[in-house]
Nanobody
Framework: QVQLVESGGGSVQAGGSLKLSCVVSGYGSEYDSLCMGWFRQVPGKEREGVASIDRGGRVNYGDFVKGRFTISKDNIKHVLYLQLNSLEPEDSAMYYC???????????????????WGQGTQVTVLS
């Protein structure tokens, strides 16, 4: 059974950093073929693409990231990471990891394309 479990969220002052983790299980050897991504959502708004990483390590970021966040993965431990730096109050949201069964990630970070989701981890940035 596919399962994605996020952790690492919390409250931080503006300008601070957090590192989110997502343990991905249930794919077996198929893990190496996944596109994986991070999304975020605030109440009343659509889920927004933050970053994605494909089988070859190619990454893509939402325009709002502006070099502040870094997506990475550990192919041995099957863990997806999102390093959040220079956080702003506008970054406060529920952050979700997600997977898409494809060697390559879509050019646009569209939530509807991704097939499996975690339960989310809350990030709150205090001004």
């Amino acid at each position: 059974q596919v399962q994605l479990v996020e952790s690492g969220g919390g409250s931080v002052q503006a300008g601070g950093s957090l590192k989110l983790s997502c343990v991905v299980s249930g794919y077996g050897s198929e893990y190496d073929s996944l596109c994986m991504g991070w999304f975020r959502q605030v109440p009343g708004k659509e889920r927004e693409g933050v970053a994605s990483i494909d089988r070859g390590g190619r990454v893509n970021y939402g325009d709002f990231v502006k070099g502040r966040f870094t997506i990475s993965k550990d192919n041995i431990k099957h863990v997806l990471y999102l390093q959040l730096n220079s956080l702003e109050p506008e970054d406060s949201a529920m952050y979700y990891c997600a997977t898409f069964r494809s060697y390559m990630c879509p050019a646009r970070l569209v939530a509807a394309v991704f097939q499996a989701w975690g339960q989310g981890t809350q990030v709150t940035v205090l001004s």
